[in-house]
C-alpha cells in the first residue's frame, strides 16, 4: 500500500519536484554569478577609495617636505635677522613679528597636516567590515578639504594618462 | 481651505456657561495631508491664490461649539499681527533672508539680484541705506551680523561667503571665504564673535575661526549629513552648533581636542529641516520642516533628574512638541524671540503664524497655542521671519515676490 502511495506521489508531485530542482540549481548559479559581480564590484570601488586616499597622502607627504624646508631656511634667516634687530632697538633679542605670525600659522599647518598623514595611516585597509569605515573616510576627506584650504590649494586632481581621472 | 486645527487643541477664555465643552475636539490631521497629495512641495511657481483662511464650515463635520470656539478664536488673533509698513526690497527677484543687527537699528536683506541691502528707519519708513553689491555672482541666500555689529557675513550660490566690514554707512568687503564645492546656504556667527560656520548644498558644515587681524582660517569640515545642509545656527551662550538639512536630521556638534564633532543627531521630520532656531536660554531647539511641523527639541545633560539617559558626556536632546496641523505648506523659517519667547513661522503658503507657550504647561511637555495667523502676509511663499532683537513685538518678513514687511505683534487676550 504505501509504495503504491508513493508512486502516485511520484507522478503527482513530478511537477512541484522539477519546479524545486530547478529553482536549487538557479538559485546556486546566480549565487556564483552574484559573488563574481560583488568581488569586481568591490574591487573597483576598493580601487577608488585606495587611490583618493593614496592621493590625499602622497599630497600630505610632499607638503610636509615642502613645509619643513620652507622651515629651515626660516630659521636660518630668522637667526641672521635676530642679532641685528638687537643691535638696532637695544632690546632682547627676539623673533620678529612677522615671522612669528608665520611660525603660528605653519604649526597650525602642520598640526593639521600631521593630522590628516595620522588619520590614513590609522585607517584600517584591511577590514571592509569595519563598523566606521564610511565616518573615517568622511574624516579624512574633512581634513584634506581643510589643510587645502589654510594651504591656500585647490583641490582638482586629475591624472590624465589613459583617463583615470580624479575629481572629488 | 480651513485651519481648524490651529485654535481647537488651545485653551480660550470663553465667558461662564459657554457651550465649548468639546474644546478637546481636534481635526484630524489627514483633512490636510490629503489636500496636499500630489503637489510638488519644493516647487514655488504657480502656487498663488491657494493660501488664505475662508471662514467657512469646517473640513470636517466639528461639533457646532468647537465651531463657535474657532470663530472666537479667529476674532480674538485679528489684530495681534499689525502691518507696519512694506518695502520692495529685491525688485523683479526673491528675497531670501533678513538679519536684524544686535542694536535693532538695521535690518540686512539678501536676494536673488545678488544683493544685500541695508535698511534703516527714517522718521516712521523705512529706507535703504546701503546697497551691497560688486560681492556675489549669484543669489546671496543668507546674511548674518558679527556679535558686535561691525561686520556681516553674506553666504552666496557662487559658492563663496563675503565678510562686509561696517564703516559708518558704508560697507566694504574684506574678505571672501571660499572652499566649498557649490551653493553656500547659509552662514552664522558664534556668540563669542571669534567662531563662523557655513554650510553648502555639498553636504558639508565648515567651521571658521577668526582672530584680531580678521584673518580666517578653517579649522573644521563636517561631513555628517548625507544631504544638502540648509542652515546652521550656534547656541545662544555654548559653544555648540546645529545644522539642518535635506537629509530630514538635525545635527549638532562640539570641539573636541582641536577638532569638530558631531555630538548629536536628531531625528523625527520626515521629510527636509528648513530652519533652526533656539530659544533665549538655549535649553530648547526649534525646527521647521517640509513636513509642516515644527519640533520643540530640549536638551538632557547627563545626569539629569528627569531621568533621560545620555552616551558619555554629551546631553541628549529629545523631542518634547510637535506643533502640526496648523501649516498647509512647507515652513521655511521658524523664529525664536529672545526677549518674550514667541515662536514665529514662515510658510510656503504665504502666511506668518506665530506662537506662544502656555504658561501654566509642564517645562518637559510644553504645549504651544496658535496667537497669531496672517494668512496672505505676502502674495508668494514667506522665507523669513525676524524678531527685533531690542523692540518686543517687532517682526520683520520677507518673501519669494521680493518684499520685506514689517509687522507689529501683540499677544492677543484672552488666549
Known amino acids: 500500500m504505501a509504495g503504491s502511495q508513493d508512486m502516485f506521489d511520484a507522478i503527482v508531485m513530478a511537477d512541484e519536484r522539477f519546479h524545486g530542482e530547478g529553482y536549487q540549481e538557479g538559485y546556486e548559479e546566480g549565487s556564483t554569478l552574484g559573488i563574481i559581480e560583488g568581488r569586481q564590484h568591490g574591487t573597483l570601488h576598493g580601487a577608488k577609495i585606495g587611490s583618493e586616499i593614496g592621493c590625499y597622502q602622497g599630497f600630505a607627504f610632499a607638503w610636509r617636505c615642502l613645509l619643513h624646508t620652507c622651515a629651515a631656511e626660516k630659521d636660518r634667516e630668522a637667526a641672521i635677522a635676530a642679532p641685528m634687530n638687537r643691535f638696532a632697538l637695544g632690546r632682547l633679542p627676539r623673533v620678529t613679528e612677522g615671522s612669528r605670525d608665520w611660525q603660528g600659522l605653519r604649526s597650525k599647518k602642520m598640526k593639521v597636516l600631521e593630522s590628516l598623514i595620522g588619520l590614513i595611516e590609522k585607517f584600517p585597509y584591511d577590514d571592509p567590515t569595519y563598523d566606521k569605515l564610511h565616518e573615517d573616510l568622511d574624516r579624512i576627506r574633512g581634513k584634506f578639504k581643510q589643510l587645502c584650504s589654510l594651504l591656500n590649494v585647490q583641490p582638482d586632481f586629475k591624472i590624465s594618462v589613459e583617463g583615470s581621472g580624479l575629481s572629488f | ?267 523625527g521630520h520626515e521629510s527636509t529641516v528648513w530652519s533652526l532656531a533656539f530659544d533665549p536660554s538655549g535649553q530648547r531647539l526649534a525646527s521647521c520642516s517640509d513636513d509642516r511641523t515644527v519640533r520643540i527639541w530640549r536638551q538632557y545633560p547627563p545626569g539629569n533628574e528627569q531621568g533621560v539617559a545620555c552616551s558619555g558626556s554629551d546631553p541628549s536632546w ?33 502666511a506668518i503664524r506665530v506662537f506662544e507657550e502656555d504658561p501654566s504647561s509642564d517645562p518637559q511637555q510644553p504645549t504651544f497655542s496658535l496667537t497669531a495667523h496672517l494668512p496672505q502676509a505676502h502674495s508668494q511663499d514667506v522665507n523669513c521671519v525676524a524678531w527685533n532683537p531690542k523692540e518686543p513685538g517687532l517682526l520683520a518678513s520677507c518673501s519669494d515676490d521680493g518684499e520685506v514687511a514689517f509687522w507689529k505683534y501683540q499677544r492677543p487676550e484672552g488666549l
Not at chain 2, 557675513?153 to 571665504?177: M, R, Y
Not at chain 2, 551662550?237 to 543627531?265: F, G, H, I, M, P
Open chain 2, 318 to 350: 529629545k523631542c518634547i512638541c510637535t506643533l502640526s496641523g496648523f501649516h498647509s505648506r512647507t515652513i521655511y523659517d521658524v523664529a525664536w524671540c529672545q526677549l518674550t519667547g514667541a515662536l514665529a513661522t514662515a510658510c510656503g503658503d504665504d
Open chain 2, 1 to 267: 481651505m480651513l485651519s481648524a486645527g490651529c485654535g481647537l487643541g488651545g485653551r480660550l477664555q470663553l465667558p461662564e456657561g459657554s457651550a465649548a465643552t468639546s474644546a478637546g475636539a481636534s481635526v484630524p490631521r489627514t483633512s490636510w495631508a490629503s489636500g496636499r497629495k500630489g503637489l510638488n512641495p519644493t516647487a514655488a511657481e504657480g502656487r498663488r491664490g491657494v493660501a488664505g483662511v475662508c471662514v467657512g464650515a469646517p473640513a470636517v463635520g466639528a461639533a457646532d461649539s468647537a465651531w463657535l470656539l474657532h470663530t472666537l478664536r479667529q476674532a480674538a488673533m485679528k489684530d495681534s499681527l499689525v502691518l507696519l509698513g512694506r518695502v520692495p526690497a529685491h525688485p523683479d527677484s526673491r528675497c531670501w533672508f533678513l538679519a536684524w543687527n544686535p542694536a535693532g537699528t538695521l535690518l540686512a536683506s539678501c536676494g536673488g539680484d545678488r544683493r544685500v541691502r541695508i535698511w534703516g528707519t527714517e522718521g516712521d519708513s523705512w529706507i535703504c541705506k546701503s546697497v551691497l553689491s560688486e560681492g556675489h555672482q549669484r543669489t546671496v541666500r543668507k546674511v548674518a551680523w558679527s556679535p558686535c555689529g561691525n561686520y556681516l557675513a553674506s553666504a552666496s550660490f557662487d559658492a563663496t561667503t563675503c565678510i562686509w566690514k561696517k564703516n559708518q554707512d558704508d560697507f566694504e568687503c574684506v574678505t571672501t571665504l571660499e572652499g566649498h564645492e557649490n551653493e553656500v546656504k547659509s552662514v552664522a556667527w558664534a556668540p563669542s564673535g571669534n567662531l563662523l560656520a557655513t554650510c553648502s548644498r555639498d553636504k558639508s558644515v565648515w567651521v571658521w575661526e577668526v582672530d584680531e587681524e580678521d584673518e580666517y582660517e578653517c579649522v573644521s569640515v563636517l561631513n555628517s549629513h548625507t544631504q544638502d545642509v540648509k542652515h546652521v545656527v550656534w547656541h545662544p551662550n555654548q559653544e555648540l552648533l546645529a545644522s539642518a538639512s535635506y537629509d530630514d536630521t538635525v545635527k549638532l556638534y562640539r570641539e573636541e581636542e582641536d577638532d569638530w564633532v558631531c555630538c548629536a543627531t536628531l531625528e
